[in-house]
């Protein structure tokens, strides 16, 4: 299953109350049960916002310091429903987090937990497709390699890859 890695800076789109409620439950006083509690005060700050914030510094793995509208709380990563992007902004999309395709966002629908982002062909399209993940655009890394006669070979990789390749080596 795919996992976003996300890191201080990325803005991203906190769940809405009904949908991590549904996930997560609730605890005694009435907050969502998660490994930073999501509170009734955190949800009356994203009230009338489109609950989009930007990740300050990380605390552990999936722990970071809010910052806007959740300044004083902490955020997991169970509260985030994906990266944060605007009507139009080319993305890429995956069903499996293994192949992606280039694709222009259009919106997320939430309570649809199968299929939450939504993608048009154009700009200036209704949307077409629901999609189980998205991220920002990649940017491809070009690795040279020699074989055992000495021609170059050259290959496109994702950043995804060249991190792997570092932490092997």
């Excluded at 009356?44 to 999936?62: A, H, M, Y």
């Excluded at 070009?142 to 006669?149: H, P």
């Amino acid at each position: 299953m795919y996992k976003p890695e996300y890191k201080t800076g990325d803005r991203v789109v906190i769940k809405p109350w009904a949908l991590m409620e549904e996930q997560y439950g609730l605890n005694i006083p009435g907050n969502i049960s998660i490994k930073a509690t999501f509170t009734l005060e955190m949800e009356k700050c994203l009230k009338d916002t489109d609950r989009v914030i930007k990740l300050g510094e990380k605390l552990q793995d999936t722990l970071f310091v809010g910052t806007g509208h959740l300044e004083h709380f902490n955020i997991s990563s169970e509260m985030i429903l994906g990266y944060a992007f605007e009507y139009g902004d080319e993305i890429e999309v995956s069903d499996t987090g293994k192949e992606w395709y280039l694709k222009v966002f259009s919106s997320y629908n939430p309570m649809e937990q199968n299929f939450p982002v939504r993608v048009g062909k154009r700009i200036d399209s209704t949307c077409t497709a629901g999609w189980k993940y998205a991220r920002p655009v990649q940017e491809k890394i070009i690795v040279r390699f020699f074989n055992g006669r000495g021609e170059d070979i050259t290959e496109s990789i994702s950043e995804e890859t060249k991190r792997k390749l570092l932490i092997d080596n």
